[in-house]
């Protein structure tokens, strides 16, 4: 009887180590099932997001369409592709497209002696006389087929920005170049603010620096060292940190004025300790790269990081 129960009692427990064994390895292929899933659902993501500013760097208005920027002075500017225009636009543009007139923090634009051209537009409409919105964020935009023109505040300074959608650079485009996707440079940073929230001087490539709002720094983990990085924010009330870094690759493989990384808000909100994802797979390049043109802002000194990223958006060669 002693002999059958421990044979009953091998059984049982060869039974139930077959159980625990076939559970544990169902667990074990649910896990490596999820993270496939999650790993699949991360680059297909990510390939959406290269795709779409793909098509936000070369679409009419983007900032392969940049053609010209031109300081106003104080008092009239005239426009036009006329040789007598202070700013000169492309052959075939109206001659006369209108005036620009600066006085004190107002900028107008005023009709030319004939008339506005037409199909002239200020934001969709037919043009008018009157005062420009020179809000960095939403100017007011002067069209006339296919080329646009805003003013924008620079400093102390108003400069015209000129965007043609038939510019030779937006015509020879072939495409942005990019690192092959890498999951170790998805890293979740612990997120540590400011108390209060700073300002930061940033330097660009005008030479002139932009204050803009610092609210903390990531703290993360690479290549076996705590790092960190210091976000600002283009618009205060916006819902995204600006990374603005470089590191060593900007000497070889990637643009040499440094990139940018986009983020959502810490998991906590910008003023309690909290945590959020930086993918540098998502590193793209400043407008400069693209056009001699755009005025953009470098890295601060503190987010020049000694570690190469060999990732996200290479150098841009045309």
Known sequence: MKRRLTGLGVLTLMFLSTGWATAARAQSSAAATAGADEASAWQQDLSVWRAQREREISAPDGWLTLAGLEWLKSGINSVGAGADNRIRLRAGAPERL???????????????????????????????????????????????????????????????????????????????????????????????????????????????????????????????????????????TGRTLFFILRDPTSTTTTYGGGRFLHTELPDHGLGQPGSLTLDFNRLENPPCAYTTFATCPLPPKQNQLDVPLAVGERRYEQ
């Open 98 to 236: 209108g005036l620009l007139t600066v006085s004190g923090e107002t900028v107008q634009l005023l009709s030319p002696a004939g008339g506005f051209p037409a199909e002239l537009t200020i934001d969709g409409k037919p043009a008018r006389e009157g005062p420009l919105t020179v809000d960095n964020a939403k100017p007011s935009t002067i069209a006339w087929r296919g080329m646009t023109l805003a003013v924008l505040k620079r400093g102390d300074r108003f400069v015209l920005r000129i965007k043609d959608a038939n510019s030779p650079a937006r015509k020879s485009f072939n495409g942005l170049s990019w690192f092959a996707p890498d999951p170790r440079y998805r890293i979740t940073a612990h997120w540590v603010p400011f108390t209060p929230a700073q300002v930061e001087e940033i330097p660009t490539v005008l030479g002139i620096a932009l204050k803009l709002p610092a609210p903390g720094l990531a703290m993360f983990m690479l290549d076996g060292k705590v790092r960190q990085l210091e976000p600002v924010m283009e618009d205060p």
